[in-house]
């Protein structure tokens, strides 16, 4: 709930800096040269992962955006260490929406909310039975252990400085620099078998503190887009 009533003061911010915007425009600003107010499709790829992108002009320094990313990858843990065997997967995504406010002609400001999907999850066990003195102890009987990585806020404010280009014509492309607030980071637990005790809530809470300067997501982005009309 803080972070939705921070994105909600900041949108309220946005929202007053573009009333001033209009209400002491110069001349020359109703002298427009981007009079398209059409909407753009668009493909995204950016460190959130891969998507498309839905534009909607409003005026020429004015621009809603409705993003969608996503990127999935699996990694054997016994590539990292021969006596583990299981699977690390690393899920990055958001879905979203932008309000883009421009400085300049090809300068703008973002400012948003997106859901956030990222996590990292690792689950892994004893690759072979162990030697204990005269026990031989399964990697069954000795269990497995699973973490997982979550935000710690799935509902992310978002804030962005991007350059756009030939964002009146036909075809335009950007690229955007910006930070998703998602919060300390949230660390779960599970464990089997002899490990256990090793998934306990004061474990989880030790991992937690450890990584919670970890609080934004950086994001750079690159976006194509074709205009529609």
Do not use: H, W
Not at 25 to 49: A, C, E, M, R
Not at 78 to 101: M, Y
Not at 111 to 130: F, H, L, R
Not at 140 to 154: E, F, H, M, Y
């Amino acid at each position: 709930m803080v972070y939705i009533q921070k994105a909600i003061r900041y949108i309220a911010i946005v929202v007053i800096c573009l009333k001033c915007s209009c209400a002491y425009s110069s001349p020359d600003d109703n002298k427009t040269d981007f009079i398209n107010k059409g909407y753009l499709v668009g493909l995204n790829f950016s460190t959130i992962g891969f998507g498309a992108t839905l534009t909607k002009n409003i005026s020429r320094r004015l621009d809603f955006r409705l993003n969608g990313s996503y990127l999935g990858y699996n990694y054997d843990v016994n590539k990292l260490k021969k006596e583990l065997q299981g699977n690390a997967r690393l899920k990055v995504g958001a879905v979203g929406g932008n309000i883009d406010f421009y400085l300049l002609r090809f300068l703008y400001f973002s400012g948003g909310i997106s859901y956030n999907i990222t996590s990292i999850a690792i689950d892994a066990k004893e690759a072979e039975s162990i030697n204990v003195g005269d026990i031989v102890l399964d990697p069954n009987d000795i269990g497995s252990l699973s973490a997982k990585i979550t935000p710690g806020s799935k509902i992310n404010p978002y804030f962005g400085l991007g350059f756009s280009f030939r964002r009146q014509k036909k075809l335009n492309f950007g690229i955007e620099f910006g930070l998703f607030v998602q919060g300390a980071p949230k660390v779960k637990l599970q464990a089997t078998g002899m490990l256990e005790p090793t998934a306990s809530a004061e474990q989880e809470q030790i991992m937690e503190k450890n990584i919670s300067p970890i609080i934004y997501y950086p994001n750079i982005s690159l976006r194509f887009s074709y205009r529609l009309k």
